[in-house]
């Protein structure tokens, strides 16, 4: 700890007022992992009132959202060395939290705080030992009374007690299993997966808020199939996303066709290997549920074939009703439904068929979505028939270059008439709906045609409106 003196000077601070301060959970496990960053966790026997007032005097900034739970957040400007003259000035987000117990009301979707007045009491009810150990303040003390140092090094996420009291206290906690076997590659013990399956109902008292948090972790890093894997086996992902599991689509030797639930984990780890600017929980969203509406939609054909036609539209309107269940924006409903319903659009693309028309119109329909559409498109390609592969690869390939050439040549991505709404007033004497009537019929006259210029656009709209007034 001695690489962060910020954390040695609260905790003097907090020794000189007769507390005692430890730096605790994630942040001690980051830091034996080689990665601790400027968000510091601490725990103290100090209550919230004495936190606030020790903090005040030495803090840049102070929130108190947290304060019923007995957490006080504050900010705090310093190097992150001892040496003055070196390291830049870093923002610490530092958390402190009173030593405590808490546990969930069987009925209740709040937890229940009472404070504790010992570390050890604190850490036993910590989530897994990996996060229940703590170096006290400022004399750089390790405590571990749970051994996680041995299981951070054997890379297994253990709880402190019992996995049944542990899920008890919070449910939460059976879907962090998860999130932490994806963050950090390791491995849950069986007895917690066991407790995870037999508990998993449990997770039916937790708001739709703080699932959707987790998930969004989940998903957002290194591993996501690894906890996606454990969700679908223990029957969490029955409770909180059910649309996953359902696509284990049973195969049999008269009905073969892909295991739609492991293409979309696959499609899911391509499209983050394609990612050029860091997780993009959109995109990630969008290649896990881009399949939801095939369980709905198959039909066995005559002949031994299997079809699931139109399913990305009943899988558009399917994510958006699971994602709005989740509670998330509706902006990220609307853009992640419309790449589920958009994902086919390419496989009508054959040989590079498509007229410029046709190429405008999956720009305009794609939006600022385009990206991602490139993005999700290509990573559902999960043939092992590396020629069939490749081929759709030049494919697409064809139709971005053909993309680029008419952006360069049309700026497709402001796809707009060749009159503005002001211009159709004057020219046809109209308001209202008359104007966005006019307006559509030149936007599909520029998908259909390109840029005709004003002119020619004139002469379009007069003929219409003459022969729409007969």
């Given at each position: 700890m001695?690489?962060?003196?910020?954390?040695?000077?609260?905790?003097?601070?907090?020794?000189?007022?007769?507390?005692r301060?430890?730096?605790?959970?994630?942040?001690?496990?980051?830091a034996?992992?080689?990665?601790?960053g400027?968000d510091?966790?601490?725990?103290?026997?100090?209550?919230p009132?004495?936190?606030?007032a020790?903090?005040?005097?030495w803090?840049?900034?102070i929130?108190?959202?947290g304060?019923?739970?007995?957490?006080v957040?504050?900010?705090k400007?310093?190097?992150?060395?001892?040496d003055?003259?070196h390291?830049?000035?870093?923002?610490?987000?530092?958390?402190?939290?009173?030593?405590?117990s808490?546990?969930?009301?069987?009925?209740?979707?709040?937890?229940?705080?009472?404070?504790?007045?010992t570390?050890?009491?604190?850490?036993?009810?910590?989530?897994?030992?990996?996060?229940?150990?703590?170096?006290?303040?400022?004399?750089?003390?390790?405590?571990?009374?749970?051994?996680?140092?041995?299981d951070?090094?054997a890379?297994?996420?253990?709880?402190?007690g019992?996995?049944e009291?542990?899920?008890?206290?919070?449910?939460?906690?059976m879907?962090?299993?998860?999130?932490?076997?994806?963050?950090?590659?390791?491995?849950?013990?069986?007895?917690?997966?066991t407790?995870?399956?037999?508990?998993?109902?449990?997770?039916?008292?937790?708001?739709?808020?703080?699932?959707q948090?987790e998930?969004?972790?989940?998903?957002?890093?290194?591993?996501?199939?690894?906890?996606?894997l454990?969700?679908?086996?223990?029957?969490?992902?029955?409770?909180?996303?059910?649309?996953?599991?359902?696509?284990?689509?049973?195969?049999?030797?008269h009905?073969?066709?892909?295991?739609?639930?492991?293409?979309?984990?696959?499609?899911?780890?391509?499209a983050?290997?394609?990612?050029?600017?860091?997780?993009?929980?959109?995109l990630?969203?969008?290649?896990?549920l881009?399949?939801?509406?095939?369980?709905?939609?198959?039909?066995?054909?005559?002949?031994?074939g299997v079809?699931?036609?139109?399913?990305?539209?009943?899988?558009?309107?399917?994510t958006?009703?699971?994602?709005?269940?989740?509670?998330?924006?509706?902006?990220?409903i609307?853009?992640?439904?419309?790449?589920?319903?958009?994902?086919?659009?390419?496989?009508?693309?054959?040989?590079?068929?498509?007229?410029?028309?046709?190429?405008?119109?999956?720009?305009?329909?794609?939006?600022?979505?385009l990206?991602?559409?490139?993005?999700?498109?290509?990573s559902?390609?999960?043939?092992?028939?590396?020629?069939?592969?490749?081929a759709?690869?030049?494919?697409?390939?064809?139709?971005?270059?053909?993309?680029?050439?008419?952006?360069?040549?049309?700026?497709?991505?402001?796809?707009?008439?060749?009159?503005?709404?002001?211009?159709i007033?004057?020219?046809?004497?109209?308001?209202?709906?008359?104007?966005?009537?006019?307006?559509?019929?030149?936007?599909?006259?520029r998908?259909?045609?390109?840029?005709?210029?004003?002119?020619?656009?004139e002469?379009?709209?007069?003929?219409?409106?003459?022969?729409?007034?007969?």
């Amino acid at each position: 700890m001695g690489a962060y003196p910020v954390a040695e000077e609260l905790g003097r601070r907090f020794q000189r007022a007769g507390f005692r301060l430890a730096l605790v959970g994630g942040s001690v496990r980051d830091a034996l992992l080689g990665r601790l960053g400027n968000d510091l966790d601490f725990t103290t026997d100090a209550r919230p009132e004495q936190i606030l007032a020790l903090l005040k005097p030495w803090a840049d900034a102070i929130w108190d959202v947290g304060i019923a739970f007995g957490t006080v957040g504050a900010r705090k400007k310093a190097r992150p060395t001892a040496d003055p003259e070196h390291g830049e000035l870093f923002d610490f987000q530092i958390e402190i939290t009173t030593y405590r117990s808490e546990a969930y009301d069987r009925d209740s979707r709040k937890p229940e705080v009472s404070y504790g007045d010992t570390i050890e009491e604190d850490l036993v009810r910590r989530d897994f030992t990996v996060n229940a150990m703590a170096v006290a303040l400022p004399e750089l003390a390790f405590i571990d009374p749970h051994h996680g140092l041995d299981d951070l090094a054997a890379k297994l996420l253990r709880t402190p007690g019992t996995p049944e009291a542990s899920f008890s206290d919070d449910p939460l906690r059976m879907l962090r299993a998860a999130r932490f076997a994806a963050q950090l590659d390791f491995e849950v013990a069986p007895e917690v997966v066991t407790a995870m399956t037999e508990m998993a109902e449990r997770i039916d008292i937790v708001s739709a808020e703080r699932v959707q948090a987790e998930l969004n972790k989940l998903l957002l890093s290194a591993h996501p199939r690894k906890g996606l894997l454990l969700l679908v086996d223990t029957g969490l992902a029955e409770r909180v996303l059910p649309e996953l599991p359902a696509l284990r689509l049973e195969r049999d030797e008269h009905h073969r066709h892909k295991d739609v639930y492991d293409h979309s984990l696959t499609v899911l780890e391509q499209a983050i290997a394609l990612e050029d600017e860091g997780p993009d929980l959109t995109l990630r969203l969008a290649a896990l549920l881009h399949d939801i509406g095939k369980p709905r939609t198959r039909r066995f054909e005559d002949g031994g074939g299997v079809s699931f036609h139109h399913h990305e539209l009943v899988g558009a309107k399917m994510t958006k009703k699971r994602l709005r269940e989740l509670k998330y924006s509706n902006e990220l409903i609307a853009d992640v439904s419309r790449l589920v319903e958009l994902h086919l659009r390419f496989h009508g693309y054959g040989s590079g068929e498509w007229t410029d028309s046709a190429v405008r119109r999956y720009v305009r329909d794609a939006g600022p979505l385009l990206s991602r559409l490139h993005k999700l498109t290509r990573s559902d390609c999960t043939t092992r028939n590396r020629k069939k592969a490749a081929a759709l690869s030049r494919s697409y390939d064809g139709l971005e270059q053909r993309i680029a050439e008419l952006q360069e040549k049309e700026e497709l991505g402001a796809i707009r008439p060749d009159l503005n709404g002001h211009e159709i007033m004057a020219i046809l004497g109209v308001q209202g709906r008359d104007v966005g009537a006019a307006y559509d019929f030149l936007l599909e006259l520029r998908l259909e045609n390109g840029p005709m210029g004003p002119e020619a656009a004139e002469a379009a709209l007069r003929a219409w409106w003459a022969d729409r007034e007969r």
